[in-house]
């Protein structure tokens, strides 16, 4: 799981680097920085665990630490979406950019297609506001993440984004 938050950050690092928006920019960095943070220390309660065994103070603490993460995955990725809707710069001709340039651009034409589709409804009321009741709700990366299948069965259990696997290899 902390290998994976790993991916997640080096994903929010390369985003906020193409971000056109310096403020979803700064925003992206921060929450990037928080997560490596937390990804780091929950490597480090994961290794001490192991080594000290069960206990039910550091299966809390551990539980703790993954619950920490999954809130900083999931305000990396909120801070995503909003560079996506601002604009990216071009990418590089480096292959994760263009990956992950790629999947952002996915997951935007799934919302500017969700938001067409509910511009046709006539789910509105009669100030024009679109009801609550029966509304699908947008897209979002999340949701994108979690419908990618893994890209293949040989990927080992733990990778390390430094050793050659792209942003992408695997899903949350």
């Avoid at 993954?66 to 001709?93: D, F, M, P, T, Y």
């Avoid at 999947?103 to 034409?109: A, I, L, V």
């Avoid at 509910?118 to 979002?140: C, F, H, I, V, W």
């Amino acid at each position: 799981i902390a290998s994976d938050g790993q991916v997640v950050v080096k994903f929010g690092n390369i985003l906020a680097k193409r971000c056109l928006d310096r403020r979803c920019s700064m925003e992206l960095l921060r929450a990037t920085e928080h997560t490596q943070s937390v990804s780091s220390q929950l490597s480090i309660v994961a290794r001490v665990k192991a080594v000290t065994g069960e206990s039910k103070a550091s299966s809390e603490l551990l539980l703790s630490n993954v619950q920490n993460l999954i809130r900083a995955v999931q305000h990396v990725l909120r801070a995503a979406e909003a560079a996506c809707v601002k604009g990216l710069g071009q990418a590089s001709a480096d292959p994760e950019e263009e990956e992950v340039a790629s999947f952002c651009q996915q997951w935007r034409k799934n919302l500017t297609q969700h938001r067409a589709k509910e511009a046709l409804n006539s789910d509105r009321d009669e100030l024009g506001l679109r009801k609550t009741r029966g509304a699908k709700a947008e897209p979002t990366l999340m949701s994108l993440v979690q419908e990618q299948p893994p890209r293949s069965r040989n990927i080992p259990k733990h990778p390390s984004p430094r050793k050659g696997h792209t942003v992408m290899d695997r899903h949350l």
